[in-house]
């Protein structure tokens, strides 16, 4: 009978699912190596950025590694912002290089925000490599308290 | 029986998480003169109280954590908490005692001085 035992196909499945899961083990350690994780690239040419709405303004918050202040230009108009910057080479004097993977050095980005905002009170400040910038809303844009009369 | 459970074994001896963070690999560059091999590793927004060196045995094994204090909606999200981890072999010749690490925007920079014994040097040629 073909399939009399049903252990050995029981058995059979079980390899399988063996093979499946250390199959997944490899290809997530082979992908880690490459760096090829999908939520997880930093080899991206352009930084990632989050954009928070707080009501009353945004908060723009992107990773921007070895920029210092003097690196980076930010433009605005209306809700057009463009972020832009480039990163010093630090490859110390005399040094021979065993592995460069921090290659990027220049970027530019640009958004268009959910609004308009009022560039005149944009902060923005660089802090342990993170870019942060609170952009006000313009008085047209922002949330209204609607009484019900 | 014995035979199959011992196929179907799988790794459930990870203890109960409430939350995890996922781990990337920060990129590096690494670098080697005459007297250091260093390394700089890029940690966008991780504080210098939330890294962890460490060295035993050969391997250095490097982590970062970082955490984004989110408030207000999020229009787009790119990038969240994470954990950076990274481990190197370390050779020898390595001086552990004189290891010393810097943090600045957001990037790792880690002196590993080599000892003195593996300093290359110039032998002089005696006259007979």
New interface residues.
Partial sequence: MMFGNW?DI??MF??L??LN?RMDRVMNEFN?TL?YDP??T??DSVP????????EH??I?A??????KEDLNVKIQGNYLEVSGTRKI???E?????????GTTTFLRSFTL?SDVDSARVEAM?E???LTMRLPKTEASKPKQITIS | MGERTDLVKRDKTHPETTRRIPKVRPLVDIYECDNEILLHADMPGVKKEDIAIDIDNGKLHLSGVRGIKAEGAANWVEFGDVEYVRSFSVPQTIDLEKINAELKDGVLRLHLPKSEAAKPRQIEIKAA
């Fill in positions: 252990k029981d058995r079980g390899t699912d063996l899961s880690k760096g939520n997880w930093v080899t990632r950025t989050n954009l928070y709405d707080k009501g945004f908060e918050l990773e921007v590694p070895g920029f210092s630090d490859a110390p005399g040094y021979c290089c065993l592995r460069t993977e921090r959910p660089v342990n490599g993170f």
